[in-house]
């Protein structure tokens, strides 16, 4: 089978979407696929007549189309004139737009199908648009070497740095425990938000923990295994999430994790028995108590290593998506 896969210029920094994309077509690779990814510039989600006139050519021609949400539901005279022509046009909503929301619902209306990393996601989507066929695609997650951890305690924070993350609110629940021992590394990129990532620097200054938490920058390869390998905990606060493949990443590690209650990321934590928080104060106390509390370490730790042992691989990810792809929706 050949699939055209559009994916975003306009997202520089390694976010979830652009590593989900990446695993995705690697993976319907090994399974036997035929996969052109084709890098689409503009300035998505909307773009400029210019930015749709490229996408309306990245759309033809191809029978089998996969094209990431934030290029295409936008887009929708671009998604239904490529159907109209015989392309079969599939959707990758990586999370709902949050503006455009009529543009999004015709995109959807016109594309054979729908596929969301989650279930989270694929519930947004129908609550929003009523869309009724929605394929979820959880994220697979890759073996990974077990933590070591650390002494003192060492948290990790592996996000680009960016509002909804809300780093912010981590530096500041730290600072309510810095009477006891640990440190903790903020990782991810200052590309994506140089005003926001100058905020969390300066929030570290405030609170004098700068010989405590390690702003590192985008991390990969031996350097972030470095880290994952020092981790005894891992924080999300994404204040939305459609998944966080990052957690399952953790919990590969044998890490457990802390993450923001609401979103998509509670799925991804399923039932590791790490806690899920609602705010800076609430992940402050939670902190605390886990810092203090040798047992609940060990129960956490524990559960997290039990989860490395059942997370589904990518395999499963893009078997999902090519059975799909051969057996759409009426």
Known sequence: MRIRFLVPGNVRHGSGGNKYNAMLAQHLTALGADVQTVVVDGDW????????????EALDGGTTVIADGLVASGAPDEIAGAAGKGTQVWILSHMALAD????????????RGVICPSAHSAAELRARHGTPDIVVATPGAASAEISQGSEPKHLVAVAALLPNK???????????????????ALIGSPDADPTYAAEVRAAVERY?????????????GNALEEQWNAADLSVLMSQSESFGMVVTESL????????????????????????????????ADTLR??????????????????????????????????????NPPN
């Open 45 to 56: 989600p909307v773009g400029s007549r210019a930015d749709r006139i490229r996408l309306g």
């Open 166 to 184: 809300s780093q912010t609110d981590i530096v500041h629940a730290l600072s309510a425990v810095q009477d006891l021992p640990w440190t903790a």
């Open 208 to 220: 004098g923990l700068e010989n405590r938490i390690t702003v590192t920058g985008e991390l990969t």
């Open 289 to 326: 108590t886990w810092l203090t509390d040798p047992s609940l370490q060990e129960r956490w730790r524990s559960n997290a290593l039990q989860a490395s042992k059942h997370l589904p691989g990518w395999d499963i990810t893009a078997d999902t998506v090519l059975k799909a792809l051969l």
């Open 100 to 111: 455009h929301t009529d543009l999004e619902a015709k995109s959807l209306a016109a594309a």
């Open 252 to 283: 590969a590690h044998g890490v457990p994790v802390i993450v923001r209650k609401g979103t998509g990321a509670v799925e991804a934590l399923g039932e590791s028995g790490a806690g899920a928080v609602t705010d800076a104060e609430t992940l």
